[in-house]
């Protein structure tokens, strides 16, 4: 139903001249204001804008006292605007001063007021304040008169957005749109970086809001919404990962909602309206986002990503603009913020420009955590609402190692987190300085530091960290970064080029580890209940061995007239290493009969990551050439704890006694029985834990290049007979409780241990 306005349009018209006017941000607004009044037919209309300590300020009215403006404010849920504030949802009453929030505030004079109608300003989904209008005749608003609140409200955000109000706010208080904010999330990698935010899909800022000509608006929607359309039934059809990483579901999601009429009808009525479709599209997800936002709901949550991702692309098609960042827009400093991400859309990044990553989503299985780690980028995930939070080169502080994030942070803040990067830097110099030392504890035992690699960007880090070798490189992350299969010369080549950079140092190769967790889109994965203990690894090889023998021939090629080493992962009796060992000896004929020349020597070994093996070692160290405890898994199945699981990882530390005796009875039989053993996983990169690793026996262990100099700092310090003599009879039956990880703390701090 309309109202006494007189048309959006005409209103809209208004308001471009008001915006072009070259006077200040202050009377713009009162301009505004006085204009909205005047439309609506309204005795009042009032601006209150957000600040960063949560008041609503008074910053702009027609009708009220003039004196109460940057004079007035009232803080969220605080009165009948603090209400609209809170809830990001218009008010539209007859008699306002019937209505249990409302508030009287005398310095204003709107007691005489009776109608009311107040609009959130919104960007985002995100409130920056609340648009007024009252009269004095008890009446409801009309749609069309809250439309034309709602658009004005939108003209003003950008005004926000733009920092044009800033200035003028009282007694220079900052906005809530420019507030500092601290926010916590989940550790994926160690670091700290110091920057400026990059969104990884860059929020369109629309700068043309007014439409001149609405039909052709019309069909500029219409000519986008359908060559979305056309294009997710591209990728979909085409069933495999497509550049930008979504996963067949996404893209189920987004094409469900591109086809949904009652979301494209409500942009076209906005652009009925007087907006162009770009601000249309802006303004109907800003609304939605609100909404949906205040849910408890997380299916409907998790929609209004699908949402915002959806209403992105499109507002791209509108104006042309690839998906993704510019690469040249990308400042020295970046971090990167998205609500997700493709392990190959990381790497098209320049690794020497970006300082850390932000991500709504993901966990440490993640392909993005896989190669952020790989290339020693801090990672912090599970932070919520961080795209809404940041605009495009904010300020941004992340620390990995606590999971916090600082955006837009104070001076002092980013003093204190220079001087911690600054620190960082002092002891990986010394680290550095220690690479070309021989890993020789204090007590002269030979230790072999490796380290674990999975592409192509870490083989740089064996030269800079001085690793003796690769005890791990994990062959199915060259699968998860690409959108096809690899073919055989693909694979074969990756391998060379591992073993060339490698030279005299030994590679251990894993095959494929695929399935549970470590989905390949291009592989159609199976629903499980518990992937990690599902159909994955070489359980997935053996029952589909063209992939194994694919891989297992690239390997042979690669290695022609060099040494190599293979484990077989996630075994979980003898006789799957003997049937793996079968395929490797049949591609081995298989070259022989193409007169390729063979490696000069082949070991297999496993990688002894399920606890069933304990009770098999006589026997496995009778079939395999080596063996690398996997200790991530073997202590996740040992203890039936879910490493990603936030509720029971903390409950159950590796240094307990139980796992420590498994630990030491494999290392203890691999002796007996002259099979070379490594440990590789996170305890071999924590200089607490890897010393306990040495106090038992190991004495090969693998981990992340960051972490060969810090371990390698505490084997240099360390008498690990001593340390031996006083574990060891603590892991004995009977000896009592103990806290193991306080015993190697009190070790290393009487004699000098760096941990």
């Not at 027609?62 to 809830?87: D, K, P, R, Y």
């Not at 494929?512 to 199976?526: A, C, E, F, Q």
């Not at 691999?670 to 099979?675: D, Q, S």
Request: aromatic letters at 4%; one cysteine or more; proline letters at 4%.
């Amino acid at each position: 139903m309309r109202g006494n306005l007189a048309g959006p349009r005409v209103l809209l018209r208004r308001l471009r001249e008001v915006m072009a006017d070259q006077s200040s941000a202050q009377e713009r607004l009162d301009k505004i204001v006085v204009l909205i009044a005047a439309n609506v037919v309204a005795e009042v209309c009032s601006v209150y804008i957000l600040r960063a300590d949560g008041r609503l300020e008074l910053y702009a009215t027609e009708g009220l006292n003039a004196s109460a403006v940057h004079q007035t404010s009232l803080s969220v849920n605080e009165g009948l605007v603090g209400l609209i504030a809170a809830e990001a949802r218009p008010l539209n009453l007859p008699n306002a001063q019937a209505h249990p929030s409302f508030a009287y505030l005398p310095e204003t004079g709107e007691e005489i007021y009776n109608s009311f109608l107040g609009v959130p300003i919104l960007r985002a989904g995100r409130t920056l304040g609340v648009l007024v209008v009252q009269n004095k005749a008890h009446r409801t608003y009309y749609e069309d008169e809250v439309e034309a609140l709602q658009t004005t409200a939108m003209v003003i955000a950008e005004m926000l957005a733009a920092a044009e109000l800033e200035a003028i706010s009282h007694q220079g208080a900052r906005l809530d749109l420019t507030r500092s904010l601290h926010l916590t999330g989940l550790s994926l990698v160690d670091g700290v970086g110091l920057g400026h935010a990059v969104l990884h899909e860059p929020r369109v800022v629309v700068t043309n809001l007014i439409a001149e000509d609405i039909e052709r608006e019309v069909e500029r929607l219409e000519k986008a919404v359908n060559t979305m359309r056309v294009s997710l039934d591209d990728m979909l059809s085409r069933g495999e990962m497509v550049q930008h990483g979504e996963h067949r579901e996404v893209l189920e999601a987004y094409r469900m909602f591109a086809q949904d009429r009652g979301w494209v009808r409500r942009i076209e009525e906005a652009i009925r309206n007087g907006l162009t479709a770009e601000a249309a599209v802006e303004k109907v997800q800003s609304d939605t986002r609100a909404r949906m936002l205040r849910q408890t709901d997380p299916y409907l949550r998790e929609r209004l990503h699908d949402l915002d991702d959806l209403a992105n692309r499109l507002m791209r098609e509108l104006i042309g603009r690839p998906h993704g960042a510019v690469a040249a827009d990308l400042p020295k400093d970046a971090i990167i913020i998205a609500r997700t991400m493709g392990a190959a859309e990381l790497l098209d990044y320049d690794r020497n420009c970006v300082r850390g990553l932000i991500l709504e989503e993901s966990g440490p299985t993640s392909h993005v955590a896989i190669v952020a780690r790989a290339l020693g980028i801090a990672t912090v995930a599970q932070v919520p609402d961080i795209v809404s939070l940041v605009e495009g080169g904010d300020a941004v502080i992340i620390d990995g190692e606590l999971g916090q994030v600082h955006l837009r942070p104070s001076a002092d803040v980013e003093n204190a987190f220079a001087e911690k990067v600054r620190f960082r830097a002092r002891r990986q110099a010394q680290f550095r300085r220690l690479r070309n030392k021989p890993s020789i504890s204090r007590d002269k035992q030979d230790v072999t530091l490796q380290l674990n690699a999975g592409l192509v960007v870490d083989l740089p880090h064996l030269d800079e960290s001085g690793a003796a070798g690769i005890g791990l490189f994990r062959t199915e992350l060259q699968f998860m970064v690409v959108s096809t299969f690899p073919r055989m010369t693909e694979q074969c080549a990756l391998y060379s080029q591992v073993l060339d950079s490698a030279g005299s140092r030994p590679v251990t190769f894993r095959s494929l580890d695929i399935g549970g967790d470590k989905v390949l889109p291009y592989i159609r994965s199976i629903q499980e209940e518990n992937p990690a203990m599902g159909w994955r690894a070489i359980r997935l090889g053996l029952d589909r061995p063209g992939l194994l023998r694919t891989q297992i021939r690239a390997l042979l090629r690669a290695a022609s007239g060099r040494e190599l080493k293979l484990m077989f992962p996630m075994v979980s009796d003898v006789s799957e290493f003997e049937q793996a060992k079968v395929l490797v000896e049949r591609e081995l004929r298989h070259l022989g009969r193409h007169k390729h020349r063979p490696p000069d020597k082949v070991r297999l070994g496993v990688m002894l990551e399920v606890p069933s093996l304990l009770y098999q070692l006589e026997d496995l160290f009778q079939a395999v050439d080596f063996v690398s405890v996997g200790s991530n898994d073997l202590f996740q199945f040992f203890n039936a704890v879910d490493r990603g699981n936030t509720r029971v990882a903390e409950r159950f530390d590796p240094l307990n006694v139980s796992f420590l005796r498994a630990l030491k009875k494999i290392v203890d039989e691999a002796n007996g029985a002259h099979v070379p053993v490594t440990l590789c996983g996170e305890m071999a990169g924590k200089p607490l834990e890897a010393m306990a690793l040495l106090a038992l026996g190991y004495r090969d262990i693998s981990m992340s290049p960051s972490s060969i100099g810090p371990v390698k700092a505490m084997l240099l310090k360390l008498d690990i007979g001593r340390l031996r003599a006083r574990l060891l009879p603590r892991l004995e039956p009977g000896s009592g409780a103990v806290n193991i990880r306080q015993l190697l703390r009190t070790f290393a701090d009487e004699h000098g241990v760096q941990v």
